[in-house]
């Protein structure tokens, strides 16, 4: 059975950096298209960022766009989401997503992926 793990939210301040990290068990990460999301009280989930399988095609949110790094390390089975300059708006649950459906992009829809994580907390308050 496929799990997608994410670690690395906390408390920062604004201004700060955070690296999130998502890591698979069941099957390798790097069998997988890889999304984030983020989701904050009250409100729907949001796209964050995506990368493909090879790690060549990244998106990203106008939103955190030149703040925000998608990367992917395979040998470690990983995807990071390098976080600078982070915002109050910031605050949210952080979602990994994985797409083992076929498909060469890096997809901006949570109806894109087949597997979700549990989420790590984001919060960004002085």
């Known amino acids: 059975q496929v799990q997608l793990v994410e670690a690395g939210g906390g408390l920062v301040q604004p201004g700060d950096s955070l690296r999130l990290s998502c890591t698979a068990s069941?099957?390798?990460?790097?069998?997988?298209?890889v999304g984030w999301f983020r989701q904050s009280p009250g409100k729907e989930r949001e796209f964050v960022a995506a990368?493909?399988?090879?790690?060549?095609?990244?998106e990203y949110s106008g939103s955190v766009r030149g703040r925000f790094t998608i990367s992917r390390d395979n040998a470690r089975n990983a995807v990071f989401l390098h976080m600078s300059n982070l915002k109050p708006e910031d605050r949210a649950v952080y979602y990994c997503?994985?797409?083992?459906?076929?498909?060469?992009?890096?997809?901006?829809?949570?109806?894109?992926?087949?597997?979700w994580g549990q989420g790590t907390q984001v919060t960004v308050s002085s």
């Open positions: 990368i493909n399988r090879s790690g060549g095609k990244k």
């Open positions: 997503a994985g797409r083992i459906r076929t498909g060469s992009e890096a997809y901006a829809w949570s109806s894109d992926y087949d597997y």
């Open positions: 069941g099957r390798t990460l790097n069998s997988f298209a």
